[in-house]
């Protein structure tokens, strides 16, 4: 998982031309492929669409593309994989200095 500090957040577009900012949790290697995690930072958290966004990154003429993953399954995956790091992180005693 990322251990930089502060929020980073991306601006991405859909098809329809609707903008949305996101916030990027973590980015993570799966079963060869780099994902990105995000959660809406324009969304309130009530809101019944407003959840984890994961998004594979593909290579297209030189330059990383952010890209939905269409396999259900292999989402599902990700996401379980991405929730067993965030509580492995909880679980590691802190750092002594």
């Known amino acids: 998982m990322d251990a930089g500090f502060g929020a980073d957040y ?3 577009e859909d098809d329809d031309g609707n903008e949305f900012e996101l916030e990027h ?10 994902y990105m995690v995000f959660l809406p ?4 958290e009530d ?3 407003y959840g984890f966004i994961i998004l594979r990154v593909e290579e297209a003429d ?14 599902q995956r990700v996401y379980d ?5 965030v509580f492995a992180e909880e679980d590691d005693p802190p750092l002594e200095e």
């Open 10 to 12: 991306i601006t991405i």
């Open 25 to 34: 949790l973590s980015t993570l290697e799966f079963e060869g492929a780099e």
């Open 41 to 44: 930072a324009d969304m309130d």
């Open 47 to 49: 809101d019944p669409d």
């Open 62 to 75: 030189g330059e990383e593309q952010l890209v939905s993953e269409d396999d259900e399954d292999k989402l």
């Open 81 to 85: 994989r991405y929730m067993e790091m």
